[in-house]
């Protein structure tokens, strides 16, 4: 094999022959490939971590309940996690030797991703090579001709897609390469319990627990709100019946966690079905700790009551904006008064409160002083215990266009130093450093609180 001008310098690897048995199961890989700085790439979102603040890949906890349940050998390599290198991943793949390879892809790290994809095809040649994330499921064509080594892509990670279509089967929610493009909006979100190897195998911590080690678990897919800088409404929205989340609750505890990260883009959506899924978390009797995305405009006095009772300890919401008519233009029609109010609720139930914030977002660009004293002011009114400021980014699937994006895309230095200028006050200002260390409750949580604060002054997209 000669070495291209890219090997130089790396070690090489030669392909592997394929010795597989007659009759053995098929052996597939769950894969959150390396990167330089630590990534995300699952539900179809794609950026850089704050911080190390790692989460599970979703997508692939849940594609390892359909693909085990369907018989397939399965094993998990998150070298995000790891933060392992290209070739020692290529090392651990090696060793295992699969027949199929599920990988995550994601749209703001494309480049390093196609040649990640590149190193495993001249390792492994016959290995056959799935993809999921942002840019399978928002650009399939676009990715599929970036990525010629990827025989199909997952287009909808809450189906079984991909057992399917290795078993024979079709399915509108595996985009095949060569075939005749077909997809449909499932009706219901229902999948397996998770293998149990996948949720052992990493201990995936946050700092906002008592117990840092947690469990992810969803209860509905997609949103059925339609903000027009976001592409999450794009999947539709679903619900996972509640008995099976239950279930999930009791396969979380009987593996030892206290812990739980509700990964839904926006829980409570529903609060009939709120209160309905909260009764049958409560008679089911683990108790746990746990964090979840909501709206400011979700929360009332009954549901914060409720969540608190359940063991709530963090509402993470999108604010976004002071600027109501900006707001208003982007469809997410929320008065200031309302997210006070909300941030007031939490903090009278005892839960922790973290403002997502979309930096420089106003309907008219006023004067780069006049925005930052006015959000500032706006976030000591709300009095949020986190603060998470980002910067616009185009996530795939978005066709809207608007003058504050375009502001943003052309100033994004400026926006960025604001950013963190907003955030390096806000953590180390006294009463906050105050509030996070009444806030701990173990040397586990002081640890990993400090990484969280430095990686939040980073501003990412
Ligand atoms: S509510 Fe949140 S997840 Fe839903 S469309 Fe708006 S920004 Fe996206």
């Not at 749209?107 to 495993?120: G, H, K, N, P, T």
């Not at 979380?252 to 899924?277: E, N, Q």
């Not at 002011?377 to 986190?386: A, G, Q, T």
């Not at 130093?417 to 006294?430: C, L, N």
Request: hydrophobic share 40%; glycine share 6%.
């Amino acid at each position: 094999m000669k070495r291209n001008r890219s090997d130089k310098g790396r070690k090489l690897i030669l392909p592997r022959k394929r010795t597989r048995k007659m009759g053995s199961k098929q052996k597939l890989l769950l894969l959150n490939p390396p990167a330089k700085k630590p990534v995300f790439r699952d539900c179809y979102c794609s950026g850089r971590f704050k911080g190390r603040l790692l989460i599970h890949p979703l997508d692939l906890q849940i594609q390892s309940g359909f693909l085990s349940e369907d018989g397939f050998e399965l094993d998990f390599v998150d070298a995000v996690f790891e933060q392992i290198h290209p070739d020692q991943t290529i090392e651990r793949i090696r060793s295992f030797d699969p027949d199929v390879i599920l990988s995550l892809v994601g749209e703001a790290v494309l480049d390093e991703d196609a040649a990640f994809f590149r190193q495993i095809k001249l390792s492994l040649p016959s290995a056959r090579l799935f993809l999921s994330g942002d840019a399978a499921r928002f650009r399939p064509e676009r990715l599929l001709q970036r990525i010629p080594e990827a025989e199909g892509l997952l287009t909808d990670f809450g189906t079984a897609g991909l057992s399917d279509h290795l078993n024979g089967r079709v399915s509108p929610h595996l985009r095949v390469r060569g075939a005749d493009a077909s997809s449909s909006f499932p009706k219901s979100f229902a999948y397996p319990l998770p293998w149990k190897g996948f949720v052992r195998k990493y201990p995936y911590q946050l700092p906002f627990f008592p117990d840092p080690k947690y469990h992810s678990i969803a209860a509905s897919f997609g949103c059925p709100y339609h903000c027009r800088y976001c592409n999450t409404h794009l999947l539709g929205y679903r619900n996972r019946d509640i008995g099976e989340f239950v279930e999930e609750l009791e396969f979380a505890a009987s593996h030892g966690f206290r812990s739980l990260y509700v990964r839904d883009a926006t829980f409570m959506a529903d609060k009939a079905r709120t209160l309905c899924l909260f009764d049958e978390w409560r008679q089911m009797g683990c108790r746990f700790h746990w964090i979840c995305f909501t709206r400011p405009d979700l929360i009332d006095e009954e549901l914060a009551a409720r969540a608190s009772e359940l063991g709530c300890v963090l509402m993470m919401m999108g604010v976004e904006s002071f600027d109501e008519t900006w707001l208003g233009e982007m469809g997410r029609h929320l008065h200031t008064d309302t997210m006070k109010n909300a941030f007031r609720l939490l903090r009278k139930h005892r839960i922790r409160s973290a403002a997502q914030i979309m930096i420089g977002m106003e309907s008219r660009g006023s004067d780069l002083h006049i925005y930052e004293a006015r959000l500032r002011s706006f976030l000591k009114e709300i009095d949020p215990d986190f603060i998470s400021l980002n910067l616009f980014f185009r996530r795939p699937g978005i066709m809207d266009e608007s003058p504050s994006f375009r502001r943003i895309e052309s100033d994004e230095a400026l926006y960025r130093e604001m950013g963190e200028r907003i955030s390096r006050s806000f953590y180390f200002h006294p009463r906050s450093l105050l509030r996070q260390t009444y806030l701990l409750k173990s040397p586990k949580q002081l640890v990993l609180s400090l990484k969280a604060a430095v990686g939040m002054i980073n501003l990412t997209r």
